[in-house]
């Protein structure tokens, strides 16, 4: 009998949490407005709720077995009740919580763990072969209504579709759901027809698909396969499994069950149904009433007519109508019908939707069309043949393939043999059944099945009848408890009985379950488990031991009867009939429930707790034949666990007996088993058993502790500990030296070399782990007693040398005899040598030739690991493949089928990839064998060092393709870390605003608290710069009025003069947000759950010292002044948000401002801007950006336009294309009707246009804007102001559209579109316009007269930058001339100045490759006239025939200088180009010189010099991006100084200029800098326009939202180096190598910086290290790894770094001197013992290394030992060395030495063998460079130990040669002194007594004769050997 163990009460958790549940409730929202396609869609939920059937069951939960990411296992529970769903797990400490509950709409039908795929995009238009297509896999809760499925993602996402009919039933299968449809009564009786309307059974792949029907198919006539919908009603599916894909049906009408394989259908089965569906008249027909839900009637309605009431929930529309994907992809999913939801989007997208239309496909989708009418027109009639031509079948996605019908019965029993519960089990020796319990016949009949070699197909055999009332799987023990008729529960292995089972808390008679007393097996284990019992503590305290031998009749003490039926008692216990289900089986446990309603949950003990005997079992298994290890098995399983426990006996001792007498020995006359009898005859334990009488100290104490585990272990190591040679008592034997003989009629015997061989290769595995020592030590005696009894002498010697104590175990008399030999069964394959694993290394890398190591697969796995890859070290010439078959040799099962999943290694990768070394094969093939670094850890040294080695020699530069966990393996986290940055989504800090609103008041806040402070530290770290700029920035606080009032002043005109001083500085201070948003770029991550924070912009003041209060209220200022600041103040707000922030529409709707104030509003249209630029608008549903639209207000639709048009850019999006033309009248029909649309509204839309048509050369839109440059004033009133904006708007807009693509301009009309901007650029008479564009000039303006020439002051600065970019990068040289400023003062009088600017700047872009960065170039633009005349004034002497206009030519050069630098600073923009900057700055200085100085000012005019300043100080601002360049701060501070009445030529516009160089400075925190792609170009063209706002609301030339255009430029090229182990960001050399460039031909080809800092254009760079000697390289190729580091830089930039050992960071040690001096102390090897760990630390960081230094070198006495000296050299050495990993290998080393002094074992003289071994052979790994270590292990140690090994073995040898001689005479060495004996033998490679049995010598023992009879050993193995002898002679 089995006792179960951890019984307990049982109550559902969902149960009890429902307890305190609210139920269900729903939020009212309000204030936000709901749209709902289906107006009546609540009223008809509310009629769907309605129903007149029952709702099911009350309650209802499943379990469900899960882990943790550390291996942690637990249950899970989810329980239903109502419409409410609780899922809950809980630990095996018992702990409970609730991970989520659901509450939905109507009563939850059923609620399971279900999973789906998520296809890959590029499989969109494939059909899918198989369940499982590529994709990505989604878990998660399946809530499944009666018309409803809500599929609830662990990670947070939902999805929620709709059922065209009732649901019956569901089932799990692979990647998907199959649904059960309820069936009416009516349309039982209808007659059968093969249609797609009268399907059962339908599949749902994944919640963005539709339902499909199932269809069927099985062998007709002839093995024909038919194939039909599945519309047989009487086949009610009864089971599904997900592995193997199965569904099990049962018949209700033939009375039999049935085996279907559930696979993907294929497409001829497709073509067949749809040809049946063609050619048969079943559509025509009139079906009964079928039982439809009514819940999608809507979505018929409003998409099919009234004429077609009959369509079928499984047909679709063809032809006419288009399909769900190219529906989706046609138009963005922002714009596109929301509906229409391709599988390829996100689960968040959808469930947003979800709660509106209740379904992902509810209005617009074609699957629309897919659903069922309501019930009163459920008819599936369609009389129209038009309307059948638009009508097909869904197409089928799943196929139920019958493999198996069980043979019918003689008697059918109709509904009532249906199964109640099927499931699949396995037996121990992995047999897989199909098992369905009968209630009707109490029978469990169970199906044997397996899969075909190929896994094609799954073959069922017979079927076996169990009585049964119920059963259940215990899946981890591969059996099951079933629960007979009479009460009894019986343990299954298969169909193998094994025992009873006893449960401790069950009733014997009546009373309720928790009245019983808690009793559980001694030894059994702990209680816990995810349920706890609610008695308390005190009804836990009875002892089992007191009821058990009332209770059951099987005796504690197991007999030594052999065959298996004994072990299963022939009078079971009494039956308990209280039990009457068994359900709710997880792992080893399940619930019983009792007849009173009550329910216990208990679990089936474990098979056993030992590794070592674990791995026995499973070795048996595989070499017994099945019958026969069913039994032992069994046999094992009842004796371990039956009621009592193991008592005092060890579960080692126990393995012992239960194999023994199985194999036939008598147990009571063995000494291995009959010591245990011995020493425990007077144990406590069981003498326990007996009352005590007292609790005073008894003689029973004592006995206890000597017995106890703890003694053991002092006895153990007490010789070691003093260095005492071990004694050996031998016990007394009298009482089983009888003799006996061995029963040869055992159900063991006849395999017992089999088992002797199994036993032996799991020795030979736990050699392999250095953890399972104790388990050798205990399975050793056992494989010693079986080896002495089968007279293998060569095993006998293996085991004792390495447990010399067995020399004193050997028996005098053996159970067997020759007779019984004759009888066993000898394996094909058993060795005559012992196969071991060691012998095998050693000898091959001794370079002797081996025999292939067995090993048996699923079971060893170290030796199939570790031979596999020292395969590959000793054959590197031979495939891999090849390799190991030399070396490995599979043991095939004895007489049944081996497990599918071989655990050899398939390395198809390696046979595939290029020509690797050695080392880098070795580390890629422990990568694919699971080898981990503890792995290595736990095997022994010397087997590990050469994998050890090769990682060593991988570490300083492995390959870049390598996966993730090869770069772990080799000690590389930091390049692991970055292959992870490609997958992982970006890190968000774990930082919200109310935490900086504690650290700061809300008042102060100013937009710029949320900036990466350790970045920002390392790059700036010797000022205070980046607190400058924020306080240059910042625009929340209140300015200082520090005027002081004058005595002939009044306080009235004092005041007024404070009122404009304080205007002054408004005016500087409105245009702050326009560069702090600059600054702020991407800096803060928001809280879903709280508002955006927008700093306040203040235009108020205070005067000290009183800090009174001045405001605007004395004196005039301009009305609306702040309206495009505060949306500029927006933009900034908005633009803090980083990239990789998450929110929804709901966040963005959340933030728009409660009240209607003015400022708010454009605050929040500035806000909507940013989301655009930075890619989050995307995110606003259609329905909020057509209420923003039309409200009509004007800086929210510009905010919208251009946000969406920027994160659309380049897309031509039809959707927002529309939305865009609606605002652009030439864009709409010219009957269209007038909007009255704001002017800048149409600028903004324009250039809209451009951005979302860019780079697309689209020749409609192209000539549509070349129009709209020179449209004509009017109609009417129309258009008749602010021109210039349209016109640059315009002109811009069509230079994005034809950026680059000037050599591909088609011909408008008779002129090319070149000629044309000419035109409009230089002036002429008007040319006619097309007939597209006549209609809209009829009608001339009332306003302004232009006659019949072009307005250049209109169209040429759009005109000239549309051609500038028309033509960017081609050198047209007709264009370039075109553009180059007149070289006569007659051609400079008609430009005019400023657009001699935009000429430089746009003949820059078409000559863009040869822009250099010198002054001799920016002189070169510049005329000849123009340099001889500029700011010449009064210096050369006037001709008098010609008229100088000075003022002229100062202008024209100013301004070209400005448009040549401007063109510079694009040129180079965030390259930091020291030549680019340097001629930057001196232009800069040069025109504020001019500007300083009255007499050139003069003569230009200060405004014009002004403007230049400006557009230059941007220039060179744009150059140094991101730099944080501090002589460019300093020119912006000292600039923006400029305030006051002085200063008249200040305006708004030069303020907002210096803030925007001042934030380019540190553009996004110093993380950003400006690209030069060419996208980038034409956003920053359009941004920095070379033409600033004169006031706050000045949008003449130049609309103010396009300044914020430069997002779209900036992109993150920062590296900030961190720490891999620490987490610290750090210093790291850096050497970036550029490709071959004309940019870069000035300079060398790499260059060498310090990180953190920001990197060139990755286009232009080809190469990127990082240096040593303090870090472990990196490198970054472009050919290579190019996408992790482009991965990188776009998640923050962190580039993980690894520090190498013996050496300090930078911030530690900046130059270096602390290392350097540390290591040349410790340089002369004779002082390193007198340091202190102080000199350790001053070059290593490491905190193991420092810990290790201050326990092994201290200074004092102790380092006199010269074992410590020698530690201590070695750590010194592995530290300098830069090989930390060595220090543990020398440190295990030198341990095993020293127990290797007490002759407790040899595993230390193997290791060292091992190690000098593999540096003496060929085989070892060969240093590849300088750089690396020579060898991982000293030599010098090596040598150490070497000799101190050497001189042990020789003094041992000198006092016991006798010793020797008697072992090399094979004769008795029990009870004598062995000591070093097995060290010896191991050492020196002595030959056990059968080798040297044959040697025979003629005359005198020589060394040359004997060499010649023993060949094969080694010179020093014969001398030891023949000392010996001659000794003995």
């Not at 190219?326 to 929301?338: C, D, E």
């Not at 043979?407 to 047999?431: E, N, T, Y």
């Not at 031979?867 to 000793?874: F, G, P, R």
């Not at 639209?1189 to 850019?1209: C, D, F, N, V, Y």
Request: some cysteine.
């Amino acid at each position: 009998m089995i006792a179960a163990c951890e019984t307990q009460d049982f109550i559902p958790f969902g149960r009890e949490y429902m307890r305190y549940h609210p139920g269900q409730f729903q939020l009212r929202l309000q204030g936000i407005n709901t749209f709902h396609a289906d107006h009546g869609l609540p009223l008809l939920k509310s009629f769907r709720d309605i129903s007149l059937h029952d709702t099911g069951k009350k309650e209802q939960w499943i379990f469900h077995d899960a882990s943790d990411n550390e291996g942690k296992r637990f249950d899970e529970e989810l329980y239903v009740s109502g419409k409410t769903v609780v899922w809950s797990r809980g630990g095996q400490d018992g702990a409970k919580v609730v991970v989520t509950t659901y509450t939905v709409d109507t009563p939850v039908l059923q609620a399971l763990w279900g999973s789906f795929i998520l296809p890959s995009k590029d499989l969109q238009n494939n059909v899918p072969i198989s369940l499982e297509p590529p994709g990505v896999m989604q878990h998660g809760i399946c809530v499944v209504e009666a018309t409803n499925l809500s599929f609830f993602l662990d990670n947070g996402g939902e999805y929620s579709t709709s059922l065209p009919f009732q649901v019956s039933h569901v089932w799990v299968m692979k990647n998907g759901l199959l649904f059960e449809r309820t069936v009416s009564h009516a349309e039982l009786t209808a007659p059968k027809k093969n249609a797609p309307n009268q399907t059962v059974v339908f599949s749902l792949l994944h919640p963005l698909d539709e339902v499909a029907p199932v269809i069927i198919k099985t062998s007709g006539v002839g093995d024909c396969p038919k194939v039909n919908y599945m519309t047989d009603n009487t086949q009610n599916i009864v089971f599904t499994s997900e592995q193997p894909s199965l569904a099990f049906t049962y018949d209700t009408v033939m009375g039999v069950h049935s085996a279907w394989q559930v696979r993907r259908s294929r497409v001829d089965e497709q073509s067949m149904l749809s040809a049946m569906f063609e050619n048969t008249s079943f559509m025509s027909m009139t079906t009964p009433n079928l039982n439809y839900s009514s819940s999608n009637h809507s979505r018929i309605f409003n998409n099919i007519s009234s004429h077609s009431p009959g369509m079928s929930p499984f047909c679709s529309l063809s032809g006419r109508l288009t399909s769900p994907a190219s529906f989706s992809r046609s138009q963005s999913p922002g714009f596109s019908h929301i509906a229409g939801v391709s599988r390829s989007q996100s689960p968040a997208m959808t469930s947003g939707l979800a709660h509106k239309f209740q379904s992902p496909s509810q209005n617009w989708s074609p699957a629309a069309y897919l659903r069922t009418p309501s019930a009163a027109n459920n008819f599936s009639i369609i009389g129209s043949e038009s309307f059948t031509d638009r009508v097909k079948p869904i197409q089928p996605e799943v196929c139920l393939e019958h493999i198996w019908t069980e043979p019918a019965p003689p008697i059918r029993d109709g509904p009532l043999g249906k199964s109640s519960k099927a499931f699949l089990s396995k037996d121990v020796c992995d047999q897989q059944y199909l098992c369905y319990m009968v209630p009707y016949r109490h029978q469990l009949r169970c199906v044997k099945f397996e899969e075909s070699n190929d896994l094609s197909r799954i073959i069922f055999g017979s079927v076996t009848n169990l009585s049964a009332k119920d059963a259940a799987p215990i899946e981890s023990l591969d059996m099951l408890v079933v629960l007979e008729p009479t009460g009894f529960l019986v343990i299954y292995s298969g169909i193998t009985k094994i025992s009873h089972v006893y449960i401790p808390l069950l009733p014997l008679g009546s009373g309720s379950l928790s009245m019983m007393r808690a009793t559980t097996p001694v030894e059994s284990p702990s209680r816990g488990g995810i349920f706890t019992s609610s008695r308390p503590p005190s009804a836990l305290d009875a002892r089992f031991d007191e009821e058990v031998n009332q209770i059951s009749p099987v005796p504690t003490e197991m007999d030594d009867s052999s065959n298996l039926e004994g072990s299963i008692s022939d009078m079971p216990p009494l039956g308990n009939s209280f039990i009457q289900i068994l359900r709710d089986n997880v792992d080893n446990r399940f619930t019983l429930e009792l007849l009173n309603g009550q329910m216990c949950r208990t679990a089936m003990p474990p098979i056993a707790s030992s590794p070592g005997i674990v791995l026995c079992l499973n070795a048996l298994k595989h070499m017994l034949p099945r019958n026969t290890a069913l039994q032992f098995v069994g046999r094992w399983y009842t004796a371990r666990n039956s009621p009592g426990g193991l008592a005092v006996m060890s579960e080692w001792n126990l393995f012992y007996r239960t194999l023994l007498s199985l194999m036939g020995y008598d147990t009571s006359r063995l000494s291995l088993t009959s010591k245990h009898d011995l020493d425990s005859s007077m144990s406590p334990m069981m003498s326990s058993k007996r009352p005590r009488h007292s609790d005073q100290g008894s003689e029973d104490d004592w006995d206890f502790l000597v017995n106890s585990s703890h003694h053991a272990f002092v006895v153990e190591n007490r010789d070691h500990v003093y260095g005492l040679s071990p004694c050996t008592v031998i016990p007394d034997r009298t009482a089983y030296s009888k003799p006996c003989c061995i029963n040869s009629s055992a159900p063991l015997f006849p395999h017992c070399p089999a088992i002797m061989l199994a036993l032996h290769l799991v020795y030979e595995e736990m050699k392999l782990n250095i953890t399972l020592l104790n388990e050798l030590k205990e399975l050793a005696p056992l494989l010693f007693q079986i080896s002495c009894d089968l007279k293998c002498i060569s095993y006998m010697d293996y085991y004792t040398r390495d447990f010399p104590r067995l020399f004193d175990q050997k028996d005098d008399m053996s159970q067997i005899n020759t007779d019984h030999l004759t009888k066993m069964q000898y394996p094909q394959y058993f060795p005559s040598q012992v196969p071991s694993v060691y012998f095998f290394i050693y000898n091959s890398l001794n370079g002797q030739d081996q025999q292939a190591m067995l090993y048996i697969p699923m079971v060893c796995s170290n030796i199939n690991n570790i031979i596999s890859l020292y395969a590959m070290l000793l054959h590197r010439d031979l495939p891999t493949e090849v390799a190991i078959d030399r070396c490995l040799k599979k043991i095939a099962p004895a007489g049944h089928r081996a497990p599918t999943a071989d655990a050899s290694m398939s390395l198809s990768f390696l046979q595939t990839a290029p020509v690797m070394n050695t080392p880098e094969r070795l580390v890629l093939s422990m990568t694919q064998l699971g080898i981990t670094d503890t792995d290595l850890d736990c095997m022994p040294v010397g087997i590990a060092l050469p994998f050890r080695e090769a990682i060593l020699h991988c570490r300083c530069n492995p390959p870049s393709d390598w996966p993730e966990e090869a770069y772990i393996l080799i000690g590389r986290q930091d390049l692991s870390q970055l292959i992870a940055t490609e997958t992982q989504k970006p890190k968000i800090p774990s930082m919200s605003s109310s935490t900086h609103q504690e650290k700061q008041p809300k008042e102060e806040e100013d937009g710029m608290e949320h900036m990466d402070e350790e970045l920002l530290k390392l790059r700036f770290n010797d000022d205070l710069r980046v607190q400058e700029v924020r306080r240059l920035l910042q625009s929340s606080k209140p300015a200082k009025i520090a005027l002081v009032q004058r005595p002939e002043v009044s306080d009235h005109d004092f005041i007024e003069e404070q009122e404009r001083h304080l205007y002054s500085i408004c005016i500087r201070t409105m245009a702050l947000p326009t560069g702090r948003g600059m600054f702020s770029l991407c800096t803060f991550h928001p809280v879903p759950t709280e508002p955006l924070p927008t700093p306040k912009l203040c235009l108020t003041g205070k005067a000290p010292p009183r800090n009174t209060a001045v405001d605007l209220s004395h004196i005039d200022v301009p009305a609306n002044m702040a309206s495009w600041p505060h949306f500029h103040n927006g933009v900034a707000a908005g633009l803090r948000i980083a990239n990789s922030s998450q929110f929804d529409s709901t966040w963005i709707m959340y933030n728009k401002p409660k009240l209607n104030e003015a400022a708010a509003v454009n605050e929040y249209s500035g806000f909507l801007m940013a989301l655009g630029l930075n890619g989050h608008l995307t995110k606003l549903t259609i329905f909020n950006v057509h209420d923003y639209l039309s409200k009509g207000h004007e800086m929210t639709t510009i905010g919208i336009l251009l946000g969406l048009s920027a994160a659309k850019r380049g897309t031509m999006d039809m959707a927002l294309t529309r939305v865009l033309s609606i605002h652009v009248l030439a864009l709409l029909p010219p009957t269209s009707t007038e909007l009255n649309i704001h002017h800048n509204v149409q600028a903004a839309a324009i250039l809209g246009v451009g951005l979302v048509y860019y780079g697309t050369g689209h020749l409609h839109m192209a000539e549509t804007l070349l129009a709209e440059i020179g449209r004509l004033p009017g109609p009417e009133m129309e258009n008749c102001t602010d021109r210039e904006s349209y016109a640059l708007a315009a002109g811009l807009a069509l230079g994005l559209i034809m950026f680059g693509k000037g050599k591909q301009v088609i011909g408008l009309s008779d002129h090319s579109m070149a000629d044309t901007l000419c035109h409009f650029m230089v002036g002429g008479h008007r040319r006619p316009l097309p007939n597209l564009f006549k209609e809209r000039c009829k009608a001339p303006s009332y306003l302004n007269k232009e006659g019949n020439c072009v307005n250049v002051d209109v169209t040429a600065p759009g005109a000239t930058l549309a051609l500038g970019m028309m033509f960017f990068s081609t050198g047209n040289g007709a264009v370039a001339e075109w553009l180059k400023a007149p070289d006569t003062q007659f051609m400079l009088e008609h430009v005019r100045p400023d657009f001699l600017m935009l000429r430089t700047l746009s003949r820059g872009l078409v000559l863009w490759e040869s822009v250099m960065p010198s002054l001799p170039w920016v002189d070169s633009n510049i005329p000849d006239i123009v340099k001889k005349y500029a700011f010449k004034k009064g210096v050369l002497e006037e001709d008098d025939d010609t008229v100088i206009d000075y003022e002229t030519m100062s202008q024209a050069y100013s301004n070209i200088v400005a448009g040549a630098c401007m063109t510079m600073g694009l040129k180079f923009a965030g390259s930091a180009n020291e030549a680019a900057f340097n001629t930057l700055m001196d232009c800069l200085k040069r025109l504020f010189l001019i500007l300083s100085t009255s007499s050139f000012s003069e003569q230009t005019g200060k405004s014009t010099i002004e403007n230049c300043v400006n557009v230059i100080l941007t220039s060179v601002a744009m150059v140094m991006a991101g730099s944080g360049n501090l002589e460019v701060l300093r020119m912006c501070r000292m600039l923006r100084k400029r305030i006051g009445p002085q200063y008249s030529y200040m305006v708004y516009g030069s303020h907002m200029a210096i803030a925007m160089a001042t934030g380019l400075l540190f553009l996004g925190g110093g993380r950003y800098t400006l690209s030069t792609k060419p996208e980038a170009i034409a956003a920053l063209i359009c941004a920095f326009f070379p033409k600033y706002p004169t006031h706050s609301n000045d949008n003449r030339y130049h609309l103010q939202a396009f300044r914020h255009l430069y997002v779209l430029a900036a992109e993150p090229r920062v590296v900030l180096p961190r720490d891999v182990d620490s987490g610290k960001p750090c210093y790291v050399p850096l050497e970036i190598r550029f490709k071959n460039s004309n940019i870069y031909s000035n300079v060398t080809c790499n260059y060498k910086t310090i990180a953190p800092c920001i990197l060139p254009e990755l286009d232009l760079i080809e190469e990127i290290k990082v240096l040593g000697p303090r870090y472990w390289p990196i490198v970054f190729h472009a050919e290579k790894n190019w996408n992790i580091l482009q991965s990188l830089l776009n998640q923050n930039g962190e580039l993980s770094v690894k520090q190498r050992a013996g050496h300090l960071s930078f911030v530690e040690d900046p130059q270096g001197y602390r290392s350097m001096l540390a290591k040349s102390l410790i340089a002369d090897h004779i002082s390193h013992c007198s340091h202190k760990p102080e000199v350790v630390k001053a070059f290593a960081s490491d905190p193991r290394i420092i810990t290790l230094a201050e326990c092994f070198l201290k200074s004092g006495d102790k380092l006199d030992c010269p074992t410590l000296r020698e530690l201590a050299t070695v750590v010194y050495q592995c530290i300098t060395q830069d090989k930390p990993g060595a220090i543990g290998s020398h440190f295990v080393l030198q341990q095993l030495m020293m127990q290797c002094e007490c002759g407790i074992q040899t595993a230390g003289v193997w290791q060292l063998k091992f190690v000098l071994a593999y540096y003496r052979s060929r085989h070892r790994i060969c240093s590849l460079g300088d750089e690396q270590p020579k060898q991982l292990l000293d030599l010098e140690f090596l040598l150490y130990l070497k000799h101190h090994v050497e001189n042990l073995l020789d003094k041992w040898e000198a006092e016991n040669t006798d010793i020797i001689l008697k072992y090399l005479r094979n004769e008795s060495l029990k009870g004598q002194e062995l000591g070093c004996l097995s060290a010896f033998l191991s050492w020196f490679d002595i030959p056990n007594s059968t080798f040297l049995d044959p040697v025979h010598v003629e005359g005198p023992m020589t060394l040359p004769a004997l060499c010649k009879q023993l060949t094969g050993l080694k010179v020093t193995t014969l001398m030891k050997i023949l000392s010996a002898w001659k000794v003995g002679s």
